[in-house]
């Protein structure tokens, strides 16, 4: 009987590679893949800790695996699994807990336990500081996506107050630069146009590798595979948006016009408090070179709210430097006390209902300088990767600087790289002319 499998992936873009790394372990063992919708003999949760509001989720959807089937596994896997394992230990519906350091391992674990017919909860998470592997991708065939992610990194070592990330994914490790080119290699032979390279701190790549950096690697993929592809970076923390950096992205059209560098707050003093490396005028000086460097390029950020003892002055601070700055999207989450982490017993701790306020307020700023910045683009050329046929000759695609063009044709382009003159903003959507 060929056993059916569903995934649910909650969390960042590493989590999604991994997912799809999973799903192809589980393929070629065999396994019919089904959607978490449907009836399946094991559900797998790829959870996320970022937020207490990730947490909420991740037991949610494990919850709704074992209510679709209740003879089903039902297996949680990733940060959650990895940080409060002792958390889903007490969750009946859960019967597998892996944390990051054995997704790899994921279907001889399934089918060690699927032999023992036991009725236990099996336990696989070990320390993280001690894992030495960056993990590898397993594409052998397309999936249905047009843009493939490689992570070229895991971990992370910076240990800002607000976050538990370290403690969920270790310590840097970056994969070999071989191995990252011989990834590439597969994607571009199956057809892929953009990859996306990713990582927990895609910008540390190569402090573990003796004389390897983000650029260095960049260049090396340049060199090796010329053609009609598109390579798209991850968040990229402010300081490593280097000089090489900028200069090899604005002279490279293989190299997409779009950085997102986490913010975080405006604030000098709540930097400090929150453990980030930089001052806001380090930060403002980073993003105005990229704009002056690299014509139409899209920066996008995270910005957070209600940090502990973050004053109405340092949000005024936070406000006017996003207000001032070239960007395009503002991605604004809540501060979530996270346990473990050093904010989570600071002082001044903010309610829930100052924290929507000022959410609400950089929203709204948000949603303002997505329109500015896409109404600037009216009457130019974007090459977009067409992503999505909407029906009725109407398609979605997505340019180098990360916006999103509706237009219509009656070619088949599905998957192709094109050229389309950006003609108006409507409803919130940019309309193009192919």
Known sequence: MVRKIAF??????????????????????????????????????????????????????LRRGKKRNADAIVIAAGCLAQVCPEQLEHMEEVNIIIGNSH?????????????????????????????????????????????????????????????????????????????????????LFLGYKEIVLTGIHSGFYGIDLPGWDLPRLLKSILDRFPGDYRIRLSSIEPLELTPPLLHLVANEKRLCRHFHIPLQSGSDEILSRMGRRYKRDAYQAVLQ?????????????????????????????????????????????????????????????????????????????????????????????????VERNLGHDRYIGISDNYVNVLFNTEHDVQGKMIDVLIQDVQDNHVIGVY
Not at 105 to 133: M, T
Not at 369 to 378: A, I, N, T, V
């Open 8 to 61: 649910y992936t909650l969390g960042c873009k590493v989590n999604q590679v991994e997912t799809e790394n999973m799903k192809e372990l589980f393929l070629k063992r065999g396994y019919e893949l089904v959607d978490y919708s449907q009836p399946a003999d094991i559900y797998v949760v790829n959870t996320c800790t970022v937020t207490h509001v990730s947490d909420r989720k991740s037991r949610a959807m």
């Open 103 to 187: 997704k790899e391992e994921i279907v001889d674990i399934v089918e060690e336990e699927l032999k023992d017919q036991k009725a236990h909860k099996a336990l696989y998470v070990d320390d993280i500081s001690r894992d030495k592997r960056p993990g590898r991708n397993l594409y052998s065939h397309p999936h249905e996506r047009t843009r493939a992610f490689i992570k070229i990194q895991d971990g992370c070592q910076s240990f800002c107050s607000y976050c538990i990330v370290p403690y969920a994914r270790g310590p840097v490790r970056s994969k070999k630069p071989e191995d990252v080119l011989a990834e590439l290699d597969q994607l």
């Open 289 to 385: 070179e990229a704009a002056a460097l690299i014509p139409g390029v899209a920066l996008t950020t995270d910005v957070m709210v209600g940090f502990p003892g973050e004053s109405e002055a340092d949000f005024a601070q936070t406000c006017e430097l996003l207000e001032n700055l070239p960007f395009y999207r503002l991605h604004v989450f809540k501060y979530s006390r996270r346990q473990g982490t050093a904010a989570a017993v600071m002082p001044d701790q903010l309610d829930e209902k100052e924290k929507n306020k000022r959410s609400d307020i950089l929203l709204a700023l948000g949603r303002k300088k997505r329109l500015f910045f896409e109404k600037k683009l009216c009457g130019s050329k974007l090459s977009l990767l």
